[in-house]
């Protein structure tokens, strides 16, 4: 099954600065890579995804990047606000009939 | 669309007690997956259906784990005798028919405390 990485666990941010976290993978079948975004005692919603065939993709202050030699793929959030805290997590999946893995998850906090 | 529905939303009980969690697809979603959250152990994957049939159940903890998925709007997952370290919470999500490039949408959970 997928091997799956998420760095780093915990992230403290200035509000307005940068955010990014990583993702490292090893199932080279994985084509598909989402970023998910759970609040606080809510349900995980998807935030941003990239299929293999693009490198970047961005919508509004949220970007995605892959790195498909290198197995990881990477979640940039500028422009921090408070509402971006919570946890992110990343499920690679690949071509196969497989489930999902997710990443143990990034605890984005943001500093007033 | 409704969304993902899960029932109940939160579940307290005594353990050796028999839990049953509920959950309807988003209509027209060919795959079901129920998932299991804890601090500890993260997000993890116990089962996954496509067109009502299971595929995947590697990730059911053991024999008092089962799930069911009589048709394609309603699957049920029972944990039979429960045990307190079955606490957690539970979610259930569909996506549409190609696994691999398409996004799950989740449910709002089930919260179970066993006693």
């Known amino acids: 099954g997928e091997n799956v990485e998420q760095h780093p666990s915990t992230l403290s941010v200035q509000e307005g600065d940068s955010a990014v976290i990583k993702c490292t993978y090893s199932?080279?079948?994985?084509?598909?890579f989402p970023w998910y975004k759970q609040e606080l005692g809510k349900r995980p919603q998807l935030i941003i995804d990239i299929r293999s065939n693009v490198g970047e993709k961005k919508d509004q202050r949220i970007a995605v990047t892959l790195n498909k030699t290198a197995k990881h793929f990477s979640l940039h959030i500028t422009e921090t606000q408070p509402e971006d805290s919570a946890v992110y997590f990343c499920?690679?999946?690949?071509?196969?009939?497989?489930?999902?893995?997710f990443g143990k998850g990034t605890h984005l906090i943001i500093q007033p | 669309d409704a969304g993902v529905i899960q029932s109940p939303r939160h579940e307290v009980t005594e353990m050796g007690q028999e839990v049953t969690l509920r959950c309807k697809p988003i209509s027209g979603h060919d795959y079901l997956f129920w998932y299991r959250q804890t601090m500890m152990r993260g997000l993890e994957l116990l089962i996954y259906?496509?067109?009502?049939?299971?595929?995947?159940d590697s990730g059911m903890p053991e024999d008092r784990f089962s799930a069911k998925m009589p048709n394609a709007s309603f699957s049920t997952l029972k944990i039979q005798p429960s045990e307190p370290r079955d606490s957690a919470v539970y979610f259930c999500?569909?996506?549409?028919?190609?696994?691999?490039?398409?996004?799950?949408?989740f449910g709002d959970g089930t919260r179970l405390s066993i006693l």
């Open positions: 259906f496509n067109n009502n049939v299971p595929i995947d």
């Open positions: 499920a690679p999946s690949g071509g196969g009939a497989d489930g999902l893995t």
């Open positions: 199932d080279s079948a994985s084509n598909y």
């Open positions: 999500a569909s996506s549409l028919s190609t696994l691999s490039s398409q996004p799950q949408h």
